[in-house]
């Protein structure tokens, strides 16, 4: 079982990035955006990038929903800025492991704030709240790449 202080910790540093989001607002000059929604839950979530190369050099988010949806794609710009491609893909990965329930994924502390939402792996019907950042993470990216001619 995990303790309850932990538990409390982390949800409030949830709610501390619902209250307060960070990177949130279009990013003016973008190379790609992407929009996702979780129609479950009524979550919506529009990511906007600038790619330096395969840098990630700049990521904002808007959107509209539950907590966990809001808070994890603010989190999320928080910790693939700076970033490049494959470094933000592996950690999209891991997200979903951890969600899923993967232990090992659990542990990795490269997920820093993200971490606060291994609880919601236990509520099924959230989880598609939280994967919901990645998702528009996948996709911004993906989006990025077929703009690219060499990109195959
Ligand atoms: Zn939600």
Redesign the pocket.
Known sequence: MTDAPLISLYQELILEHYRNPRNKGELAEHTAEAHVA?PI?G?QVTVWIRLDGDRIEEITFDGD??A??QASVSMMTVLVKGRDRSEAIGLADLFTDMMHGSEEASSDRSLGDLRALQGVSKFPV?IR?ALLAFDALRDVLGSGLEADPTGG
């Open positions: 979780n839950c979550d929903g539950c966990i949806s959230r709240c």
